[in-house]
């Protein structure tokens, strides 16, 4: 069985402030894929990132960054300099290698970021 | 490049009514999810196609609901009848490969009510 867990229903922070989004997951599977989506009020499904299990750097893409640490099974999201538009429900993702290509979501965060 | 391109974008109906959620996936993807979205449970898989054939339809709640993918550019999902517990948030997504963990792209959504 897959399970992703957010334990941040949500957060509110102050433009520029610097924010983490928590995200644990629990495979069987040892080769598996995490993955970020943004969801913002209009509604759509954003792909932000993907990650397989064999690949723990870190990735930086201008003010967002990834934390993937398989010893604690988290896939954290961090964004730098936080923004208006930055607000939105981010899901955390997982998909096992035996599921195909089926993904097994977080109950998300809502992402508040006032001016 | 188009996306995945669902219809209709809002559809309000009244309860006993049939419902008919239409989706084109991203040319070339083979592969074809049909998802919902409820403040209660989130986002859930409700069918898994990978080149026309459905794979997966252990998520679709009760035999109210139907999938079909005549094609590779078409699917729909239909509900009938429809009632007031219906009433979600229903995203198609595609993606390329039979494989595991490749990259599930979504659209924009269709946003049911039923009175």
């Known amino acids: 069985a897959q399970k992703v867990t957010q334990a941040q229903t949500e957060i509110s922070v102050v433009e520029k402030e610097d924010v983490t989004l928590d995200c644990v997951y629990e495979t069987r599977d040892t080769t598996y894929y995490l993955f970020w989506y943004k969801q913002p009020p209009s509604g759509e499904l954003v792909f932000l990132i993907r990650r397989n299990s064999f690949d723990e750097q870190n990735e930086i893409s201008g003010r967002y960054s990834w934390n993937f640490q398989k010893s604690t099974s988290s896939f954290n999201f961090t964004i730098t300099a936080s923004q208006v538009v930055d607000s939105a429900v981010y899901f955390c993702?997982?998909?096992?290698?035996?599921?195909?290509?089926?993904?097994?979501f977080g109950g998300g965060t809502r992402l508040m970021v006032k001016p | 490049d188009a996306g995945v391109i669902q219809s209709p974008r809002h559809e309000v109906t009244e309860m006993g009514q049939e419902v008919t959620l239409r989706c084109k996936p991203i040319?070339?993807?083979?592969?074809l999810f049909w998802y919902r979205q409820t403040m209660m449970r989130g986002l859930e898989l409700l069918i898994y196609f990978n080149n026309n054939v459905p794979i997966d339809d252990s998520g679709m709640p009760e035999d109210r609901f139907s999938a079909k993918m005549p094609n590779a550019s078409f699917s729909t999902l239909k509900i009938q009848p429809s009632e007031p517990r219906d009433s979600a948030v229903y995203f198609c997504?595609?993606?390329?490969?039979?494989?595991?963990?490749?990259?599930?792209?979504f659209g924009e959504g269709s946003w049911l009510t039923v009175v």
């Open positions: 040319s070339g993807h083979n592969s």
């Open positions: 997504a595609s993606s390329t490969g039979q494989g595991s963990g490749n990259t599930i792209y």
């Open positions: 993702a997982l998909s096992g290698y035996n599921a195909g290509n089926m993904l097994t």
